[in-house]
């Protein structure tokens, strides 16, 4: 009985609205889908939402699996709060994120002033999205890590430095590899994340159709302006991208742990 239960929820509120998109998208046939996703605007806003979250989940990558390392293994004061404060992204409003952003690097902002002095445009341009969708997609890399970190413990990592290993050595071949399915499951979310980032980016980017428009503000540009058909074709790409990216995941773990 739970069983279908759990069947019957997630088709209600997750397969039934794809199924819906998927139908909307093609019920006038291929010709109006390929039409609005070769649109020169559409395309801008993919290559945009794209360059975004290529430098976005490096960034929040590389910051996870440090921040993990330093609050599974280091002790020091203030680690609770640092740990607490991993998670504000997933408390706050991507609104309120937009706004705080705006705040600081707006004309009259702390950083906007100065910034705008020496030429430099962070609100309203490419910057100001970078740092909406790094702040929106922070936490999801060390969500993975501290869990499995702390399972593995660390007597091969003492080990290894006991024979000598220097802190890379030992990360690189042995903590490295004990956690790899975690960064990956962690990098898989923050770039689902970063794809589908919305509110915050709406904020800071202005929304300038072929300059700051993403893919997600895209969607909501068509669907004000009456075309269905572009709306509902470019968000059943993000939600194909996500979904094709989860299963892939899904299948080739299993041959890894074999392995």
Request: proline residues 5%.
């Amino acid at each position: 009985m739970p069983r279908f239960v759990a069947l019957a929820y997630l088709t209600a509120v997750l397969l039934a609205p794809l199924t819906m998109v998927f139908w909307r998208t093609f019920q006038h046939g291929l010709a109006p889908v390929w039409g609005a996703l070769s649109n020169p605007e559409t395309v801008h806003a993919f290559k945009l939402t794209l360059i975004v979250t290529a430098i976005a989940v490096p960034v929040n990558t590389i910051f996870g699996v440090a921040v993990s390392l330093l609050i599974v293994r280091k002790r020091f004061p203030g680690k609770g709060v640092l740990n607490a404060f991993i998670d504000l992204p997933l408390a706050l409003s991507p609104v309120v994120v937009g706004l705080s952003l705006y705040l600081l690097y707006g004309r009259n902002g702390w950083f906007g002033s100065w910034l705008l002095g020496h030429g430099i445009q962070v609100l309203f341009a490419w910057p100001a999205i970078v740092l909406a969708t790094i702040f929106a997609s922070v936490p999801f890399v060390a969500r993975e890590v501290i869990p499995t970190l702390r399972e593995l413990g660390d007597e091969q990592e003492q080990a290894a430095s006991t024979l000598g290993a220097s802190g890379w050595q030992t990360f690189r071949r042995i903590t490295l590899p004990s956690i790899r399915w975690a960064v990956i499951y962690g990098v898989v979310l923050t770039t689902a994340r970063s794809l589908g980032e919305y509110g915050a980016v709406a904020i800071v980017s202005g929304r300038i159709v072929g300059r700051t428009e993403t893919a997600t503000l895209r969607v909501d540009d068509s669907y004000q302006n009456f075309d269905l058909t572009g709306a509902y074709s470019i968000s059943l790409v993000l939600a194909a991208t996500a979904v094709v990216v989860l299963i892939l995941m899904t299948v080739l773990k299993p041959k890894e742990q074999m392995a």
